[in-house]
Structure formats: structure tokens, C-alpha cells
RNA sequence: GCGGAAGUAGCUCAUUUGGUAGAGCGAUAGCCUUCCAAGCUAUAGGUGGCCGGUUCGAGCCCGGUCUUCCGCUCCA
């Protein structure tokens, strides 16, 4: 373990070094838990994000995708149960640093009272909850001497309100009417454009709406490196099902979206599955896809059976009807008819999916040379079909016509994948410059070339290297990068 | 949020007890060489995370703050 947290830390310089990953406003010191992508990282990030949106939107002809704003009418977030649930009133013991939500502190102790006392108890704590008032609770709490299941002591700070949404304001007149919240999931941007697309789509049922973009969460503990951002980029598809049939497709896309992560070149056996005991308010089923990160087994993906609450929430909150007409007939011969689908969500991180990418093709190899000395390289393995740049080319020498035949090769290439051109310094040098940003071809041009139009191709995972024609670089480099 | 550790050049680090900062690698330009980090020359790059205090003098001592990593906690 020590080993690999190192290997986390020497990850995450690379990162840095190589233009992958820097922290946000390094200049001014750093904003905790925020992330730019570089260079080479905004790339590859685009590049996962486009393999998702073509397995999702290209290779199911019933899913397609939409792109919703982050800022959305603020009583989504009350029908979808975030205002509620994601602003809870927390408290903490300063003898044994437990923090708890203070409704779940106070009904721990409802449980242990007579029946009727337990009841005036949560009445006077509804009440307090609904009218915010945070010094009432903590001095409910104390005047019942509540105490902390560890410490066993009441020496409690100050109820603080916790809220994981940000907000803002919309318009320049600050008022509480006009306070709207950074989406803090894509999710609800699909459930409520779900007629749209359903209709102007003539979508038929089941049928998936998937997303790629940015969410926000004020975490109040927001670590390892780009695992747990504030500001984090989901790539989610909501799957919209007959009711009845949500756990055929839920075992369908649990399976479906292991394997796609295996077809990016992700080793099945650092993947497993982690199902829910507690599901949130709104599932009936979920589970993670793990993977296993240098800091242990965590999530990557979520598949929730999300059943018919986000439609029927929005239908409520609205006062609009939002049902599907199934025209397809039953066992009995008769139309399924009208009713409220059911939604089965995937949900990735790309951010911690980018993560997982870059510290299975993070390498550190040594080994010996010919002549017996020790040689070494660090090298991104990154599967050639994600990788930010495909191919590097370099003429041997910047004379002798070599840097005309390869800018001809770079102008013939450039149009269909990412090239780099690079003249200076010593081959040997460059090929290692070309491993250290994970690009997986080099092509060298040298005199040979003037007389057979051939060149050299070399290979980054293995170093080995051979001669092609000069006119098939361009298939075999698309060819690998498929 | 609590506890622990850390922050010196792009990276990895040095700078013995307080006396105005160095190396290796890397980068840039040029020469030479030419198939796996070669050589030579030159150049750039740090108000020692930031603010304050003690001191004649602080990278070093003290306080605060920001950021990161680790453990706990949290994660609808």
C-alpha cells in the first residue's frame, strides 16, 4: 500500500508536468478541490467523453442526447428532493468529533423514550426544522441531554446548516424568490425535457436520453486529487422502461456498462460491482461500478433503478400530466395504454473515469541495455484509441530534406487524427518525450526514406519498431487508434 | 470538520545550530551527432505558498492563513 500511495503521488505529479492536470488558480494559491485540465488532459477528457457519446447516442438507435442548462427553475430541486435532502442541519460532538445530522441524532434518542414523550419530541423538532431555527434545535438537543454515542458527552457545537447545493442569484435584484442552485446532478434536465425528446423525437418506449456535462456539490470534504471535485463532469443516460420491466433493464445495463469500460482497455478484474443496501428515497434498486484506485476500491459508475419518482415528482410539482401512451399490446392482446415510465439511470464520472485511465497507463520500466547499464522510462499507456495525441513525427535529422517529407506526412495525417511534430533534439530523447504524454506511434523519417519511401514505426508500449511504407502511416496509425 | 504530515526553480531534492539559495533532471536557442533520455556552448527560471511577529538579520523560530497528501468523518 505504501508503494501505491507514492505511485498516487508521483501520478499526480506527472499530471502536472505534462500538461494533463493542474489545480485551478495555482497562481493565487489554489481553490480547494477544483481542477483545470491542460493541454494534453482536456483531450483525452474529450476523447472518453466522445467514446461515450458514440456507445451511447451512435450505437443504440432508441437513445439519443440532449444537452440541458446547469441553471434550471428552482422548484426542480424541490420536487426532486434535493432541496430537502441536500441541506440537512448537522452538528458535532468536540469530545469525540462525530458529526450528525441533527434529525437523526434527536429520533436515535426519540427511540429510547416512552411512546408519547418521543412524539412531543419530534413535534417541537419538525417544528424547529421547518422554521430554521438552529439555536432552538441545539438548545432542544441540551435541554434533553442528548449525548453522543462515543463520547458520551453533551459537548456539542453549534447547529450548522449544511447545504451541498451552491447558489446564486438570477437577475440583479437579491431576493429570495429569485435564488437558483448549480444543477448538483445532469440527471433532472432529463426528466424534465422527457416529453420534449419523447414527443419531437417520436421516441418509443424503452428508449434512453443521455447527457454529458458539468455538476456542482459544496462537499464538506472534498479530497483525492480529481476523485472528489466540487465542480465534476457527469456522462449519464436515462433509460426510460415499460414499469414492471426495470429490473430486466437494470441487470441489462449493469452488465452493458461493465463491459464498456472493459472495451476502453480497463482490466475486468479492477472492476466490480457494490450493491446498495441503503437506497436513496428515490430508488428501488442501485448499485456501483467499483474500480480500484490507488487509494482503494471506490465508485466509478452508479446504476440506479430510479422507478417512476422523478417523473411523478415533476408531474406533481408542475400540475402537468407527464405520462406515455404504449401502443404495444399485451399478453391479453390490449394496449399497455397510459401510464408513467420507469428510469434506469448510468450515471459515470468522467473526471474519475479520466482518473481510473491514468493510473492504469501510468508505468515506471527499467531495464538493462546492451552494455549492461540501467535504463528507464515513465511512460502513459494509454489505449490508442483515447490517447490525446496519435501519432508523432519526427525526421531523423532537421536537414538533408528530412523535415520537407515529414511535414507532408504531418499535413496528410493532421486531418484525421492528432499529430505532433517535433525536430529537436535526439531521437532516443523525443521517443521518451512522446511515452511521457502517452503517445502511442512514432514515426521517424530518415535518409532511407529518400530512396525507398519507407519509415520507421515505432511503438510505445513495447519500444519495438519496424519499417512500413511511408503511404500506409496514415492507415495504420487510424487503423490502431480504433 | 477533527487529528497527523508537508509546501524551496517545470519536476525530484539539498541548504549542520538563524547570516540576503544550490544541484540533478527538465526547458529554450545554437553547434555537432544521428534510431531509444549522447556531447558542447549559451540563456531563462525562485520576493523560499501567503500574511504578520520575534531578531541587527528569518527558508530555518513563533502565530495566523491558503493548498495538498494520510487517518477519521461525510458522500441525497
Redesign the pocket.
Known amino acids: 500500500m505504501a508503494n501505491e ?1 507514492n505511485n ?2 508521483e501520478i ?2 506527472h499530471c ?2 505534462y500538461g494533463y492536470i493542474f ?1 485551478s488558480s495555482e497562481l493565487y ?6 481542477y483545470d485540465y491542460g493541454q494534453m488532459g482536456a483531450q483525452l477528457k474529450k476523447n472518453l467523453r466522445d467514446e461515450w457519446w458514440k456507445s451511447m447516442t451512435q450505437m443504440h438507435d432508441n437513445i439519443v442526447g440532449i444537452d440541458a442548462a446547469i441553471f434550471m427553475h428552482p422548484t426542480v430541486w424541490k420536487a426532486s ?2 432541496v430537502d ?2 441541506s440537512d442541519p448537522m452538528i ?1 460532538n468536540k469530545d469525540s ?3 450528525y ?1 441533527v434529525d437523526h441524532l434527536i429520533e436515535a434518542h426519540v427511540a429510547t423514550l416512552e411512546k408519547e414523550a418521543g412524539e412531543t419530541m419530534i413535534a417541537e423538532m419538525d417544528q424547529l426544522l421547518a422554521a430554521d431555527d438552529l439555536a432552538g434545535l441545539k438548545t432542544l438537543i441540551e435541554t434533553n441531554k442528548i449525548k453522543c454515542n462515543i463520547s458520551k458527552t453533551c459537548n456539542w457545537t453549534d447547529v450548522r446548516q449544511f447545504n ?1 447545493m451552491f447558489s446564486t442569484q438570477i437577475g440583479s435584484v437579491a431576493e429570495e424568490a429569485d435564488t437558483i442552485y448549480l444543477r ?2 445532469t440527471a433532472q434536465g432529463i426528466f424534465v425535457n422527457f416529453l420534449n425528446v419523447q414527443k419531437t423525437g417520436r421516441m418509443k418506449i424503452p428508449f434512453g436520453i443521455a447527457q454529458t456535462g458539468k455538476a456542482f ?1 459544496n ?3 472534498a ?3 480529481i476523485f ?1 471535485m466540487r465542480e465534476f463532469e457527469q456522462m449519464e443516460m436515462q433509460f426510460f422502461v415499460r414499469p414492471g420491466t426495470q429490473m430486466e433493464w437494470y441487470n441489462y445495463w449493469k452488465d452493458a456498462r461493465k463491459k464498456w469500460h472493459e472495451s476502453i482497455g480497463i482490466p475486468a478484474e479492477k472492476l466490480r460491482f457494490h450493491d446498495h443496501v441503503k437506497l ?2 428515490y430508488a428501488d434498486a442501485a448499485l456501483d461500478i467499483e474500480f480500484e484506485f490507488p ?2 476500491w471506490k465508485e466509478l459508475e452508479g446504476i440506479h433503478s430510479r422507478t417512476d419518482f422523478d417523473l411523478t415528482q415533476h408531474a406533481k410539482f408542475s400540475k402537468k400530466k407527464i405520462q406515455y401512451f404504449d401502443n404495444d399490446l399485451n399478453a391479453e392482446g390490449k394496449a399497455y395504454g397510459n401510464y408513467t415510465p420507469f428510469v434506469v439511470e448510468t450515471s459515470v464520472g468522467l473526471d474519475r473515469l479520466f482518473l481510473t485511465v491514468i493510473s492504469l497507463a501510468y508505468q515506471e520500466e527499467k531495464w538493462n ?1 546492451e552494455d549492461g547499464t540501467e ?4 511512460v502513459l499507456k494509454i489505449p490508442a484509441k483515447i490517447a490525446p495525441t496519435k501519432l508523432a513525427i519526427l525526421p ?4 538533408d530534406g528530412l523535415p520537407e517529407i515529414a511535414t507532408a506526412l504531418l499535413n496528410e495525417c493532421k486531418p484525421h487524427f492528432h499529430c505532433f511534430y517535433e525536430e ?6 523525443r ?3 512522446m ?2 504524454i502517452g503517445t502511442p506511434f512514432c514515426v ?3 535518409h ?1 526514406t529518400k530512396e525507398d519511401n519507407t ?2 514505426i ?1 511503438y510505445r508500449d513495447t ?3 519496424e519499417r512500413i511504407p511511408l503511404s500506409e502511416v496514415k492507415n495504420i496509425v487510424a487503423k490502431g487508434c480504433m
Open positions: 500511495i498516487f503521488q499526480i505529479s502536472k508536468e489545480q494559491d489554489g481553490l480547494s478541490a477544483v428532493g434535493h435532502n441536500f458535532d468529533n462525530k458529526r445530522r451541498l448538483p446532478e456539490r462537499e464538506i470534504v479530497r483525492q486529487f472528489r436513496a428515497h487509494f482503494g541495455k535504463d528507464s522510462r515513465v531523423l535529422l532537421k536537414k529537436k533534439d535526439a531521437i532516443g530523447k521517443y521518451r518525450r511515452d511521457a521517424t523519417i530518415d532511407q519509415v520507421t515505432r519500444m519495438t519498431q
